[in-house]
């Protein structure tokens, strides 16, 4: 018989969020493998549970994957858990899930936190349809790229950031999908929980005031459908081309993915754009 994974959600701040069920479960299991032990040891001391603890983070997570792995195929049961809120999500998780789902060994979720699905709930911005894309790249050039292939959506974009990449996530959020209603919410579950909501150029306003600091969520509401047409062919393309420095064939691939224009269009438009600037 094999042991069982348990995925963990923990508090994204306030203790008091932590499940009847997942402090029964970190009590039972044989081993708890946690993202960083120094950080999770504060929960569990909270919880009154002292067990054998091992970490799992993104750099360790190929050796120490195979470990818990062994582990879990000895009969023993293990609990993930991640710093806060929900393993995989935007954490460390999705390869051990993967492998042992592989392996046939039993996966069983323990609900809890989630900052992205915190803060959607008391945004007021629409909630029926809503797309997660957790941190977007930190160079600019990537960003805009990012939240262009993101334009189009027809529900509400939920993303997270780190607080100093705000204001200028805020920027590009501004040029590439406009000057949408967006919520940051902040410190969700702490002393200084906050929802900043407005206009973009209202809520960067907001922020240079006040210097946000601390976790944030941006909420972005869905563009009216005149704003959710995607960029022009021919800047998409020449972002890709000379910004990312892709090759035509990439960058012809990558612009029909955000601007839903037909392979045969971007691809005459990429080699044209291309010629234009090898002429120059
Ligand atoms: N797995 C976590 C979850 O389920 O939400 C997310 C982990 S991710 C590494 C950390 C990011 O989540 C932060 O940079 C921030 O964007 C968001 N976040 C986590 N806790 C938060 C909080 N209390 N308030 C606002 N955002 C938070």
Redesign the pocket.
């Known amino acids: 018989m094999t042991g069982t994974l348990y995925i963990i959600?923990t508090p994204?701040?306030?203790l008091e969020d932590v499940t009847y069920r997942a402090a029964r479960i970190l009590g039972e299991v044989d081993l708890i493998a946690a993202e960083d032990t120094r950080h999770s040891l504060k929960l569990l001391n909270h919880l009154n549970i002292s067990k054998p603890l091992t970490s799992y983070f993104d750099h360790n997570q190929q050796l120490k994957g195979e470990r818990i792995l062994g582990t879990l195929l000895q009969g023993k049961s293990v609990a993930l858990i991640?710093?806060?809120?929900?393993?995989?999500?935007?954490?460390p998780g999705y390869h051990l899930v993967r492998d042992a789902v592989a392996a046939g060994i039993t996966v069983i979720p323990i609900p809890g936190?989630?900052?992205?699905?915190?803060?959607l709930s008391a945004s007021g911005l629409p909630s029926d349809n809503f797309t997660f894309a957790?941190?977007p790249p930190s160079r600019q050039g990537k960003r805009r790229s990012f939240l262009a292939g993101l334009a189009g959506l027809p529900g509400t974009l939920v993303?997270?950031?780190?607080?100093h990449r705000l204001e200028n996530s805020l920027r590009d959020l501004r040029e590439v999908l406009g000057d949408r209603q967006i919520v940051v919410?902040?410190?969700?579950?702490?002393i200084f929980?906050e929802f900043i909501r407005g206009t973009v150029s209202e809520v960067m306003t907001a922020v240079a005031q006040n210097k946000v600091r601390?976790?944030?969520?941006?909420l972005v509401a869905p563009g009216e459908p005149a704003e959710q047409a995607a960029e022009p062919l021919d800047e998409v393309l020449r972002r890709l081309l000379d910004e990312e420095g892709l090759s035509v064939k990439d960058a012809a691939r990558k612009a029909v993915e955000i601007t839903g224009f037909s392979r045969n269009e971007a691809y005459s438009e990429a080699i044209r754009l291309k010629k234009a600037a090898d002429e120059l």
Do not use: H, M, Q, W
């Open positions: 959600a994204i701040g306030n991640s710093d806060a809120g929900t393993p995989c999500v935007s954490d936190p989630c900052a992205a699905v915190t803060a957790g941190f993303l997270y950031e780190a607080p919410a902040r410190e969700l579950t702490k929980e601390g976790e944030v969520v941006i």
